[in-house]
């Protein structure tokens, strides 16, 4: 979920925790079974339903939860009825924001995007409004030390890394092209560099820097959408001060 690097820092900030593990649990099956649905339930010939495993590992949850619905897909007794839909729009200040949602009933989902989004202040616009702005990277994040940063950053452009970034705190970031996404990381494993993090997912070319009333709004907008059941994915292109952040935070 994106905004990126911050609004991941506060994406499930809100509600009770058992509310947000049953939202994320939802979330993260939903997209293994579209991803096994259109790709196949073999994640070693499907880069997505791989990432979709790992995701929900990541998230906890169980093996057998996640064989159950892999053999269902199989047998073609789940998903069928899911349809991958997306929605663009705008919120306070001219930010875009594009939803990814997974849907068994577009108009109950288009609905409440809409109402969110009005309620916010912002408005839901045609398809195309906003996805020119977003194009579509692999992510992967390494824990590496000082002593081997260098020999990641070397091996990693040699495996066709578009670019290599220090974050700090001992971690790098690789971005690649998605069609090279596993090559790259395949390569670095054998190079004995592990990922702590990988995913596909949207980048925005440009960012739109928001404060005050405006940061809130969006930040409001954004928080209202992580909480619809229907939402895979968030992206946008908001610049949030950190103190923008901690206000909202506060006052949630």
């Not at 259109?38 to 906890?60: C, V």
């Not at 009825?81 to 990814?100: D, F, K, Q, T």
């Not at 020119?132 to 020999?151: C, D, I, K, S, T």
């Amino acid at each position: 979920m994106a905004g990126h690097s911050k609004w991941a820092n506060i994406q499930y900030r809100k509600g009770t925790q058992d509310a947000r593990k049953a939202r994320l649990f939802t979330r993260v099956m939903r997209e293994v079974q579209s991803a096994a649905r259109h790709g196949g339930a073999d994640p070693s010939r499907n880069s997505r339903l791989r990432l979709a495993i790992e995701r929900a590992n990541t998230a906890n949850v169980p093996k057998d939860r996640i064989e159950r619905a892999l053999k269902r897909i199989q047998g073609g007794e789940a998903a069928d009825s899911l349809e991958e839909v997306r929605y663009e729009g705008y919120g306070a200040g001219g930010v875009a924001i594009l939803v990814e949602c997974l849907t068994d009933n577009r108009n109950r989902t288009v609905s409440e995007i809409r109402h969110a989004f009005v309620k916010a202040g912002g408005n839901l616009g045609a398809d195309g409004a906003v996805a020119y702005l977003f194009r579509r990277v692999g992510l992967l994040q390494y824990p590496v030390g000082p002593e081997r940063a260098e020999p990641l950053f070397d091996e990693a452009l040699d495996a066709g890394a578009e670019d290599v970034e220090d974050g700090g705190g001992g971690t790098v970031t690789v971005t690649v092209d998605p069609e090279f996404f596993e090559q790259v990381r395949s390569r670095l494993e054998v190079a004995g560099f592990t990922p702590a993090s990988g995913e596909i997912t949207l980048q925005a070319s440009t960012q739109v820097a928001v404060s005050g009333d405006e940061a809130a709004s969006v930040l409001k907008l954004m928080a209202s959408l992580e909480e619809l059941d229907d939402v895979q994915n968030l992206y946008s292109n908001a610049d949030f001060s950190e103190e923008a952040i901690r206000q909202f935070q506060d006052a949630s």
